[in-house]
């Protein structure tokens, strides 16, 4: 098992480490932060994939996958606020409070909006069956969730020890799932609280780690070594796939990232040989490095341009087969930067 652990913090540093050889590392976040999204939402049986998901933050997602991608797009903003409040300087360490509030925006709106969010549960949930006594699993009574997360919380604390980064994260999440505290979204804070907790504790500086991919892939065995912890005590088991996971998706990550750097390398040096104009294509192309979707007059506005030089740049990169329109609008068209968004998709087909 050491060997294993040591085998994983090895991957994790070499994904870290790639972080400083980005140009623009936040590109790369955003568009990684989304992906995540998308795939833990999808466990829970969401069908909105990471195209529907940007197309929605442009305000053109189909409307059958609109209440999906609403929820993934949630999901982005729970992460963003726990990420943020554990970056604040003399910021307490991750507690139960900060996911009783990560999971008030997780239901902020849409499915589950009315079970409470932001509170522990007052009543008995289960899992698996219509009805306890034949469950697959029953979490402990209600009056025992305040307890048992207060016993959580003194655990990722280090107390009474101190436990090893990724063992912690495997061991709370598992912990975190026994103990369901919430009516709904207990599966999706039960993995934000991974991204959160190795962040908090600089395992890795930035959210670039979609472990909700190892799961997806591998769903029936994710819930059954999460059962297994409950009915044998099974936790070596539960720890080797966790840390198993850990080292295939950071490695996975690391080759997406070096891919997409020199992706993004040939098609700058495509644009060199535009000529008159490619000073304007260079700077559309890089805010679509960023945004993977852009529209023409929000990228106008955004790069202080006149519409123009703009469209032009825009019909240039669609000509060099950088761009591709995905709406199919005459109006209020959308660009989408079509090898880039290939290679993030890859995986978040739903389930």
């Excluded at 890089?286 to 740049?313: F, K, N, Q």
Aim: aromatic share 8%; proline share 6%; glycine share 8%.
């Amino acid at each position: 098992m050491q060997s294993l652990l040591d085998r994983t913090n090895q991957a994790l540093g070499r994904l870290d480490g790639i972080t400083l050889l980005l140009p623009d590392p936040d590109q790369f976040i955003y568009t990684f932060v989304r992906k995540e999204a998308v795939l833990s939402s999808q466990i829970e049986g969401t069908q909105s994939s990471l195209s529907d998901l940007l197309l929605f933050e442009h305000d053109a997602a189909p409307g059958a996958l609109r209440e999906d991608a609403q929820e993934t797009a949630n999901y982005i903003a729970a992460l963003d606020y726990g990420l943020d409040q554990i970056a604040k300087p003399g910021a307490p360490p991750l507690s139960a409070r900060l996911l009783r509030e990560v999971h008030r925006r997780l239901l902020r709106t849409g499915r589950g909006a009315d079970k409470n969010p932001g509170e522990f549960r007052r009543d008995q949930n289960w899992l698996g069956g219509p009805r306890p006594s034949v469950a697959r699993f029953v979490p402990p009574p209600w009056q025992e969730v305040t307890a048992a997360m207060g016993a959580l919380e003194k655990f990722i604390h280090d107390d009474p020890s101190p436990t090893p980064v990724l063992v912690k994260a495997a061991l709370a999440h598992a912990q975190f799932e026994t103990i369901h505290p919430f009516l709904d979204g207990n599966g999706r804070v039960g993995r934000l609280l991974i991204t959160l907790l190795m962040c908090s504790e600089g395992v890795l500086s930035r959210p670039l780690l979609y472990l909700s991919l190892h799961f997806k892939r591998n769903r029936d065995s994710y819930y059954e070594h999460l059962q297994r912890v409950r009915t044998d005590g099974a936790w070596e088991d539960w720890l080797r796939f966790f840390l198993e996971g850990v080292i295939e998706v950071a490695e996975s990550t690391t080759l997406t990232t070096q891919r997409v750097v020199a992706m993004v390398e040939n098609d700058r040096q495509k644009i060199h040989t535009f000529g008159r104009g490619a000073a304007t294509a260079h700077r559309v192309h890089d805010l679509a490095t960023r945004s993977v979707v852009i529209g023409a007059s929000s990228t106008a506005e955004r790069l202080s341009l006149t519409g123009p030089p703009v469209y032009a740049a825009i019909q240039r990169l669609e000509q060099a087969g950088i761009l591709r329109e995905a709406t199919g609008r005459q109006r209020g068209k959308l660009y989408v930067y079509d090898e880039y968004l290939t290679i993030l998709n890859e995986g978040t087909e739903p389930l």
